[in-house]
């Protein structure tokens, strides 16, 4: 696959991870921590917010992998 196909695609997955994710860890926070007090959102939201990191990184990986041997 070409690199500028292998980024543009890329690049359209993590927009896509970082919306569903926001969306996601959001309405469980709404859902699950309406009671709780303030550090317990701070807590969730410090750790939700660095939780989509890792599959960023996976993308990323795969972006700038090593290009075809054959392009």
């Known amino acids: 696959m070409p690199v ?12 896509a991870l970082v919306i569903v ?3 996601l860890s959001t309405a469980i926070a709404v859902a699950q921590l309406a009671e ?8 969730y939201f410090f750790f939700t917010g660095l939780l989509w990191v890792l599959p960023a990184m996976a993308v990323i990986r795969w972006m700038i992998g090593r290009p075809d041997s054959h392009a």
């Open 36 to 43: 709780s007090g303030p550090l317990v959102h701070l807590a």
């Open 21 to 23: 994710y926001a969306i």
């Open 4 to 15: 500028r196909l292998r980024k543009f695609i890329g690049m359209l997955a993590l927009l």
